[in-house]
């Protein structure tokens, strides 16, 4: 299943879980404090206060100013947000002010009509794009930000969350980053900062006195969180950068696209339909061919049991209605994989209502959309001929687009991607086969003029590849060529044969010297990745 979020423990994380145990430092720590000081840093605000969740943050953050400003008891909003920013105004005895959406799922500024009981105005920052904060905080009022979604969007290069008198983050698992629940507030002001960490302690006068003055929360986040927070925050950048990426990958086949200065780090991608059976038979599509989905939140005062009580009714928020019963998400988080990736970019295009889009480009996808596999195409492309052997072809994005080639006559393509059969293919030439590679019985009848290893041995151990190469070298006919690629900053498999601490050109040549010529003038080899072009 290629799941909506995913996560992944570094050795650096677990580490950390060790000492702090060992220490019997579960509960609270320095830890904390060294991870607030981190984020503070990475988003460029004077304070980073870290609390037990997201939602947590959002109801620290409006007591904040509901404490300032006491005679206020207004909460202008969306209608269209997951409910735990709801949650958070009720939680504070104040009134939530529903305002319709715009085009770009988040607030429409223009709907906005303050009064002077506006506490505050509590945009989202929707699934991680970017809320028109010039024209939010041309009203004047306070602003909170909840960012929960969108750690690491940017507007106009400024990070979300940093626009406002305040903005809150997540740590939930699915989430940018995650310390397993988590989340915080993002502050310039030295006063709310203050508030915000007494809040979080039962609103204590010292945090040694059992003495209060103030109705607070038990908020604080515990140490365990802290120092998976700290072991993840070298990979922050990383996970921002994938996520954007995957992002402009499937862009074309969403509802979505950046507008002038926007940097959207997406927690999932909206796609949405003119009509809602259709989009409930595009979610069952997606459910068979194993990947998740969910639909795109709803109007929470007209669509959801919970907020009847506030008396709104249905047709007040007619954008937002219409995105909860036409709406869905689809998954865009760092850890997908580029198989995962080229499986999405040829599902999606296929959905009922979607098959006007445009069909995916290789520069666009390949084996997973990165600008190495467009090099290492071009520079392979002229050496695919006759009968070829595509091993750890994925689901045929590159052969569909070689295979058109006269001077190929037939494909072969070869993968044990479990979701994949014979039949999900379509192209003139190739005939896919679910198999694994490693273990497949080579003939020297059936010999080949091509064969290509495009990522497969990124994926395999050295052992593995030794044993596998004199095979292939035996379906090889004399004078075909060998292609293999592997992208190997990425790294791959933890005892992957390309890993960049095992082989290196030098050493590859030589092992491939063995069985073919290689061309290393013909060599692509950079800090994307490595190509060897090799002639038996």
């Known amino acids: 299943m290629i799941y909506l979020g995913d996560i992944k423990l570094n050795e650096l994380a677990r580490s950390l879980m060790v000492s702090v145990i060992s220490a019997n430092q579960i509960g609270q720590s320095d830890n904390i404090n060294q991870f607030e000081q981190k984020m503070a840093e990475f988003l460029g605000v004077k304070h980073f206060i870290a609390v037990a969740n997201g939602t947590l943050a959002d109801a620290v953050a409006l007591a904040i100013l509901k404490y300032q400003y006491p005679e206020r008891d207004e909460v202008i909003m969306p209608a269209l947000t997951f409910v735990a920013q709801a949650n958070a105004v009720y939680y504070n005895h104040l009134k939530p002010i529903f305002v319709d959406i715009d085009d770009d799922l988040n607030i429409n500024p223009e709907l906005i009509k303050p009064t002077d009981k506006t506490l505050c105005i509590f945009p989202t920052h929707l699934l991680g794009r970017p809320a028109k904060m010039n024209r939010i905080l041309s009203f004047g009022l306070p602003v909170v930000e909840d960012t929960c979604e969108a750690l690491g969007s940017k507007l106009n290069g400024k990070f979300c969350g940093t626009f ?279 003939s020297s009848k059936e010999q080949y003029d091509t064969i290509i290893m495009c990522e497969f041995i990124e994926h395999i151990t050295k052992e593995q590849f030794l044993s596998l190469l004199p095979r292939v070298n035996m379906a090889l006919k004399p004078g075909g060529y060998m292609l293999i690629s592997t992208p190997i900053a990425r790294g791959g498999e933890p005892d992957c044969a390309f890993h960049k601490y095992e082989y290196g050109m030098d050493e590859l040549t030589e092992i491939l010297g063995r069985y073919v010529h290689v061309d290393r003038s013909e060599a692509f080899h950079n800090s994307e990745g490595m190509v060897m072009i090799c002639q038996k």
């Open 164 to 442: 406002g008198d305040m903005g809150t983050v997540s740590f939930f698992v699915s989430h940018t980053i995650t310390t397993g629940e988590g989340g915080g507030i993002a502050t310039n002001n030295d006063e709310y900062a203050e508030l915000a960490r007494k809040l979080i302690n039962h609103g204590k006068t010292d945090p040694k006195l059992f003495h209060f003055d103030m109705i607070g929360f038990n908020g604080k986040m515990n140490s365990m969180e802290a120092v998976i927070g700290l072991a993840m925050m070298p990979t922050l950048q990383w996970a921002i950068d994938t996520r954007h990426s995957n992002f402009k990958c499937l862009e074309q086949f969403t509802s979505w696209k950046e507008g002038e200065g926007e940097y959207i780090c997406p927690h999932a991608l909206p796609i949405i339909y003119d009509d809602s059976d259709v989009r409930d038979g595009a979610m069952k599509r997606l459910r068979l061919e194993h990947i998740e989905s969910r639909n795109l939140f709803s109007s929470l005062p007209t669509q959801e049991k919970a907020y009847a009580y506030l008396g709104y009714k249905l047709g007040d928020f007619p954008k937002a209605e219409f995105i909860g019963t036409h709406g869905l998400l689809v998954p865009c988080h760092q850890w997908l994989t580029d198989k995962e990736i080229e499986i999405m970019a040829h599902v999606l295009p296929q959905l009922p209502g979607l098959q006007h889009r445009p069909p995916p480009k290789v520069e666009q996808m390949g084996a997973g959309g990165r600008e190495y596999t467009r090099k290492y195409y071009d520079l392979v492309r002229p050496y695919i001929v006759g009968d070829v052997l595509d091993i750890g072809a994925g689901i045929g994005t590159m052969a569909s687009e070689y295979s058109q080639k006269e001077e190929v006559k037939s494909v072969i393509a070869i993968d044990n991607y479990e979701r994949l059969n014979e039949k999900k293919l379509d192209i003139p030439k190739v005939r896919y086969l679910n198999v694994d590679a490693t273990k497949w019985e080579f």
